[in-house]
T-cell receptor
């Protein structure tokens, strides 16, 4: 399972776009990249998953360069409620394999 | 999707005792996972529990300390045995239902005095 590296923390203000980059130099051919969000006193919640290029859903966008050694989670126009810890994970196809969590990025959004 | 409930939501226990945490899923699932999250830390996988087979433990976790049951496709238990203050953590169970996401329970906050 590929190891991931993320910034420990980030600060932002409401209305700004936030980009969190994750490094995964040893990603395997079959690995997908998945991001989870965790609020205090709750379990992690799936945000988005991708394999290559760009994926967008109603919550976020995920940018993956051609070499797939990194990925960037983009949160458009954050609000106070986006304050949470964001985890980047890589794993086998369709997440049928166990998930290994890295340190995560603690995002603090200020008014 | 999957809705996962855990019991108890929190507990305060004395050292040397044991606590069994229950995890209930609202649909039949093959794989269930147990994680530990210590205060301010990331999640650490304890074990994978598949119905009909013994749990597979990660490095640093042993069956005598964290026995797991998986009696059917919707339920699992994790027991924290002979507890010490170092076992104070949030314990979470999770499962995979669809092809691309894992669902987590709300966690059980354990404090050992």
């Amino acid at each position: 399972l590929a190891k991931t590296t993320q910034p420990i923390s980030m600060d932002s203000y409401e209305g700004q776009e936030v980009n969190i980059t994750c490094s995964h130099n040893n990603i395997a051919t079959n690995d997908y990249i998945t991001w989870y969000q965790q609020f205090p006193s709750q379990g992690p919640r799936f945000i988005i998953q991708g394999y290559k290029t760009k994926v967008t859903n109603e919550v976020a966008s995920l940018f993956i360069p051609a070499d797939r050694k990194s990925s960037t989670l983009s949160l458009p126009r954050v609000s106070l409620s986006d304050t949470a810890v964001y985890y980047c994970l890589v794993g086998g196809p369709y997440n049928t394999d166990k998930l290994i969590f890295g340190t995560g990025t603690r995002l603090q959004v200020f008014p | 999707s999957a809705v996962i409930s855990q019991k108890p939501s929190r507990d305060i226990c004395q050292r040397g005792t044991s606590l069994t945490i229950q995890c209930q899923v609202d649909s039949q699932v093959t794989m269930m996972f147990w994680y530990r999250q210590q205060p301010g830390q990331s999640l650490t996988l304890i074990a994978t529990a598949n119905q009909g087979s013994e749990a597979t433990y990660e490095s640093g976790f042993v069956i005598d300390k964290f026995p797991i049951s998986r009696p059917n496709l919707t339920f699992s238990t994790l027991t924290v045995s002979n507890m010490s203050p170092e076992d104070s953590s949030i314990y979470l169970c999770s499962t995979i239902v669809l092809t691309n996401e894992q669902f987590f329970g709300p966690g059980t906050r354990l404090t050992v005095l």
